[in-house]
């Protein structure tokens, strides 16, 4: 993915705003259509991850179901963003992304939890 994509983690990298599609996501982002319906997702929270008030990646939670995204909702997952930007950066994932290589954070996918 590149940063100028029109998909919802890009523009969340882009702005450094969290975004929030509480449902029909591949109605507003058509490059996401495939994905939408390969995996019945509903709804989409895109958080900026940061360290030190640099941005360096963004969270993506999906869910199965259509979300409201309240003010608690809201709030959990953004505190749960910021807590998985510190521990990154404590990591070393920053300084690993830096040096050539494929060495680095990796896309992973989660099988839902019930």
Request: glycine fraction near 6%; charged fraction near 20%; include cysteine.
């Amino acid at each position: 993915m590149t940063v100028d994509a029109d998909l919802p983690a890009a523009q969340a990298l882009r702005t450094g705003t969290p975004l929030w599609l509480a449902d029909h996501a591949a109605a507003r982002y058509p490059r996401m259509q495939q994905m939408v319906e390969a995996y019945q997702l509903q709804a989409l929270a895109c958080l900026p991850l940061s360290r030190s008030n640099r941005l360096f990646g963004v969270l993506v939670l999906d869910f199965t179901v259509p979300q409201t995204f309240d003010s608690d909702l809201r709030a959990l997952l953004l505190s749960a963003a910021e807590e998985t930007g510190q521990a990154l950066g404590r990591t070393g994932v920053l300084s690993a992304r830096r040096r050539p290589g494929p060495v680095g954070a990796r896309d992973a996918t989660a099988e839902p939890i019930h």
